[in-house]
């Protein structure tokens, strides 16, 4: 399978960037605050109140790859779950919003995952029947984000919100819509305590992150730390950008009864959009790694 996708690659222009066209209407995916003189500790707790401070609730935080010198941060609010699970087909996943820390020498370098990137891609066409709630939620993450810092610049790629309704790397590739199947249980309640049994167990290589469910829909999202040594984050991110930090943690979705994940392909594609082809062979084998881990916890 690694041979194969790596000569579908080739045949579709292996010179060619990972890139979203150009276009004033873009939407960056990641939004940088500032660089912050403080260590990573005292700046993770200044950005948890000023979130609170806004209404939001801190749902986790964990270091991706174990290193100490990055921190991602998960969090949400009650307007944006009661709209993002209105959406069917996974759109609780849109509920989950994310900062990331990266500390470098003195300093904290303090980016967030832009909420209408996440919104356009995985509530796709539904957006604009929520403008009103996503919108303040955006203003509202950069209010609480300015205790932090006052740059507020875009980086990371981007695309305009049509592209990421449907955006695929390629036409061969999958889509949001092309969910990879985990496994199938006889309810969600069976399902959940499954899942639970697997990280418990797993937790050095497989840690939970957070946790959001939806009792009433019989939906949870849970974002789970990939620390497996030989084939989790710390073999694809020091490759692919340790920059776009805000996208970790990588999730899986329960939905009633069945459990899937976003594909690889899709997924490091969209978080990553900036990437050429030549650095998204080098992690050619991540995509089918992160499937495994996932199941591995399923299962």
Known sequence: MKQLWIILLLLIGASAPLRAEKHALDIPAYIKVGDVSKNMETVAAELKAALESRG?????????ENNSNLRVIAYTRT????????????????????????????????????????????????????QKVLGTVTADVKAAMGALGNEFTGFGGGMRAEKLWKYRYKIIMPDFGDPEKLNT???????????????????????????????????????VGLHDPKDGEAKFLPKIGEENIAAMPYE?????????????????????????????????STPGNIKDMMKAITE
């Open 185 to 223: 249980y006889s309810s969600f309640e069976k399902g959940l305590e499954t899942i639970d049994r697997h990280l418990k167990k797993n937790n050095v290589h497989a840690k939970e992150v957070y946790r959001l469910v939806f009792p009433a829909k019989k939906i949870a999202v849970i974002g």
């Open 56 to 64: 939001f609730e801190i749902l986790g935080s964990y270091s991706p």
């Open 79 to 130: 307007d944006l779950k009661n709209a993002a699970v209105k959406v069917a087909d996974r759109g609780a996943m849109a509920a989950v919003l994310k900062v990331g820390l990266v500390k470098k020498n003195h300093a904290v370098t303090v980016s967030y995952l832009n909420p209408p990137y996440l919104f356009n891609a995985y509530l796709r066409k539904e957006t604009p029947k929520h």
């Open 252 to 284: 899986i979705i329960l939905e009633g009864n069945t459990v899937t994940m976003l594909p690889g392909k899709y997924r490091l594609a969209l978080s990553w959009p900036e990437l050429s082809m030549g650095t998204f062979m080098k992690i050619v």
